[in-house]
């Protein structure tokens, strides 16, 4: 289809985000509650759009995990639908007057919430994502350009003919959510480039999407990163804690990106603590560095790899510190700069980790599970973010829109 | 010098930004007082190494209006000591709790402004930001990574040179303020792509510098972009305070981005507000569409690269709309985002202009060239961002710095 197709979908994105800037919250909810209705009485045709896409996928001998993040049911369709209802009951965040003061002449300056324009979200081969995401950046106000893999090629049409029936439904205009059917690369180079037309680019996906971004892109965006969250066990722990924060910090869902992948802990600890946590982890392969391993013989060897990866699994690093400082380094060195906890009952040693330690988040005495946008109260998210511009942490409908200096007169000139 | 020579520089920068992130404020404001008394004391030796980069600049036939922006006098040195005493003077943003709430399972969380870590600045050939942006970053907590323009190496090196002695003589690291000496392109795409070590790049410069990042940086940046300012004369306007903002926002310094570039007519005020206008703009070349024309006919003819330019002279384009639709779509196609004005009595016009026109600033009956960190009220700014991510319009102490979520329990742990 080539560029100059991308080219004009981002033109018709951008014409409709004029529109969505200034449209009312009822008629956004409204369009989120026509789709997610829409999500549900057409789920048998997104059943089938999306059983093509699982035969190609097998005929392409994909793994079976692949197969299972791209896999619709009518439970997860219900989810996907619930969610835009979520969405939907969510306060409004465009038109907020963040602050506003008065000047000395009597000029009055507000900074007001405002949509961003064009989200632009390029994805991998979840289908929720495509309804997910569209939906957040539609309650923030933003035209949406959605570009998911080949693999998901039919189900995100299928999605997106949802919302852009919805959308029309409410009176609001279709290409508040335009779908890049083009799935080869150079329409991928293409879509990061739309300079004047995507104003923030969401990568959502695995360490090739993100480099491929950081190599084409030349729209601002937001990277949604590796998450290799530590948990550190100090001198001042209670073990008890510390070693139910660490099971639940590596084992309530190991997949995902604010489960912990590696654990730093105090020497005056570790003797008492490792060997209870080798049995409260049995499930999981432990890979430690030579003094962990000689309190935990049963330890595997970690490489320096190991220190430094996000395991998405059942597989945990491990070392022995001793102290807050060798803590803070090894975290420095390796971690990914999502979210680091420490358990502690020592106050010093929890504000030194607190100010220390550079990351989206960081976490005294609990799970690392909780830094993600529901958990922290923050509605929805469409991402985590590891970058420290715009938005850090968590991306919920906030971080969907920017800020306008509103400044009004009354016939004010420089002097 | 090569690229493993930035990348150490940056190693070295990075290392530092971790004292700074830490130091108290006390610290950082001795850092720039004594560095504003050291750029005083070593006046003389700064103007020579100035005249050195000046006599290259003329053997290389520089116009006179690089000679000029390169150029330093002894009073311009003052200004320089001076900013950085003012900067001391403005409130630290570091640790300031942007907000906190406590969630249900008794999380308690907290937003907290702090550095960003090191931030490089790209520039052309103005001496004066070498300090102007150290200072600023420094107050923020941040290292600074700057890579001046070849013309002025001499006179960076002896600012970079002052600012690292002031740093040492309050026990912070030196290398909280680097210089890239290396002046060569290579050297710049070095720059732009120190992934793991720019937190933050900002460049400030021309059409090429700007293009030349968005091709090859892959750090994440700010764009301080070009301003084509437009100052909107409505039907509802007073068109005495319409004279007096045009003619402020055109003249009081036209060679600066929130200087007005092009005006906007209502056609049911022009017959009376153009002449007056080129009566009161004589020294300005005004270039008309057919409409402004024929109202004034000394106009010379626009095309359509004049309605698009920022001219930063004494020249303006000029068009007759028939409505408030009609200036907002010029706006709109036309400008490039930074800060646009309407002059009008209409409380509808101005709120819908208001909420219609997208940029960093719009302005209700005042001149445009109040968009700037000291006018608003921010203290000094390192440039104008005209994206919409991270920082829109003036950028001041507080856009030189991220949030970190703060998560403090007492044991939670997900279910």
């Known amino acids: 289809m080539g560029r100059e197709h991308i080219v004009d979908l981002g033109r018709r994105a951008k014409a409709a985000s004029r529109v969505l800037a200034g449209a009312d919250g009822a008629a956004k909810n409204g369009a989120l509650l026509v789709a997610a209705d829409l999500l549900e009485e057409r789920g048998a045709d997104l059943l089938e759009h999306n059983a093509a896409d699982l035969e190609r996928a097998r005929a392409g001998d994909a793994a079976d995990v692949a197969l299972d993040r791209l896999r619709l049911t009518a439970e997860r369709v219900g989810a996907m639908a619930d969610s835009l209802r ?49 939906g957040l950046c539609l309650k923030a106000g933003n035209a949406t350009m959605l570009r998911g893999s080949s693999s998901a090629a039919a189900s995100n049409a299928a999605i997106v003919g949802c919302l852009r029936e919805a959308l029309a439904k409410v009176g609001l205009p279709e290409d508040g959510v335009v779908n890049v059917a083009d799935t080869s690369h150079e329409a991928a180079v293409a879509f990061m480039q739309l300079n004047g037309m995507i ?78 946590l080798g049995e409260a982890l049995s499930g999981v392969e432990l890979r430690g560095d030579g003094a962990s391993r000689a309190l935990l013989p049963a330890m595997a060897v970690a490489t320096e790899d190991d220190f430094g990866a996000e395991f998405l699994g059942p597989i945990m690093s491990v070392v022995v510190v001793a102290d807050l400082d060798g803590a803070i380094d090894h975290i420095t060195r390796y971690g ?80």
């Open 86 to 134: 979520q969405v939907a009951a969510l306060g409004d965040p465009v038109g907020e007057v963040v602050e506003g003061w008065v000047r000395p002449n009597g000029l009055r300056v507000q900074r007001v919430r405002v949509p961003l324009g064009v989200v632009g979200v390029i994805y991998e081969n979840r289908p929720n994502v495509t309804s997910d995401a569209a």
């Open 199 to 276: 104003d923030c680019l969401v990568p959502r996906g695995g360490h090739s999407l993100i480099a491929s971004v950081r190599e084409h892109a030349t729209v601002p965006y937001v990277i949604d990163g590796d998450g290799n969250c530590h948990v550190y066990v100090d001198a001042g722990a209670d073990l008890d804690m510390a070693l139910s924060i660490v099971v639940n910090a590596k084992t309530q869902r190991p997949g995902v990106c604010n489960a912990a992948e590696s654990l730093v802990v105090h020497e005056a600890v570790a003797g008492e603590f490792l060997p209870r």
């Open 336 to 415: 990914s700069g999502h979210s680091e906890a420490i358990v502690t009952n020592d106050l010093g040693a929890s504000e030194r980790f607190c100010r220390e330690v550079d990351a989206a988040a960081v976490v005294v005495n609990a799970s690392t599970r909780f830094i993600d946008g529901g958990e922290l109260g923050l509605g929805s998210e469409i991402g985590i973010s590891t970058q420290k511009l715009h938005a850090r942490g968590p991306m919920g409908l906030r971080e969907l829109t920017c800020v306008k200096y509103v400044v009004r007169g009354n016939g004010q000139v420089r002097r």
